[in-house]
């Protein structure tokens, strides 16, 4: 069973290479301004976007290279399977963020912060945020509580 | 360009068709056990979940149909882009819920709460939920503000 994606657009960042990401959206303060440029086919799909002051992007890690189940985080001391991680290198590798959304600089180009990944990824679908199910500020973080990147807002 | 995924496991909820499925994950109160089955060869990728939460599960919407890129909702009067809501018919229909985490029932059966997807939902990834990067309570909620689900918790 196999299932096909094709990208809706792309993501432009700053960060040319995968070495140069930071660990998560949050890290690099303040968080630099990317964009997401979408296809011109899909621009009917973006009607009533505006609205929302944070979306989730889900995009193809096209650089995250193959899978690895499990593997020791350079800020661990342990070996961590890859669903407690947030690791490119996934079975099927499509990231996700939660980006502040600070409008439209063209018919189909959003701007956007709090992404980490490479320029020119490959983007497959966009979502609006809803904090009445996707927010839970009290979750606790595992393994990973000890590396949480604080929050500035 | 295309990408290619294949599932990682399969979603057990109380739903057998797209219709009986609830609006969200958080309509049904209280909400019902769901099980997350992963495949065998999968579970070395799950050392270190236990301490999350809550979690960020991906799936393949299979029932979805055709995409539409703008419909009017049935609870609303005006015509939506797709990228402005959750609706199950898109471009990539990727599912993407924050469940509560409830711990294991057998090695690589996950107890989760807060899915509203149909029963035998192909599992994609499963992401650990990350207050410090992906909890916005506050978010604006744009033309869905008037229709969000009450939280309970």
């Known amino acids: 069973m196999a299932f096909t994606l094709s990208p809706i657009g792309r993501i432009e960042t700053p960060w040319a290479t995968p070495a140069e ?6 890290q690099a303060q303040p968080a630099p301004l990317c964009r997401v440029v979408m296809e011109a086919e899909y ?7 505006e609205g929302f002051s944070h979306l989730l992007l889900l ?4 650089r995250a290279g193959v899978a690895r189940l499990n593997f020791t985080p350079p800020f661990d001391t342990r070996r961590r399977g890859v669903f407690a991680t947030r690791a490119p290198f996934r079975p099927n590798p499509i990231g996700l963020s939660v980006v502040a959304f600070e409008g439209f600089e063209a018919p189909g180009v959003l701007r956007v912060r709090y992404l980490d990944c490479v320029d020119g990824t490959p983007l ?4 609006p945020y809803l904090p009445s199910t996707d927010a839970e500020p009290g979750a606790s973080m595992g393994w990973l509580a000890p590396h949480a990147t604080p929050r500035q807002d």
Chains 1, 2 share one sequence.
Do not use: A
């Open 21 to 26: 990401c930071p660990r998560n959206g949050r």
């Open 43 to 49: 621009l009917p799909g973006l009607e009533g976007v």
């Open 124 to 127: 497959l679908d966009i979502k």
């Open 59 to 62: 995009y193809w890690m096209h």
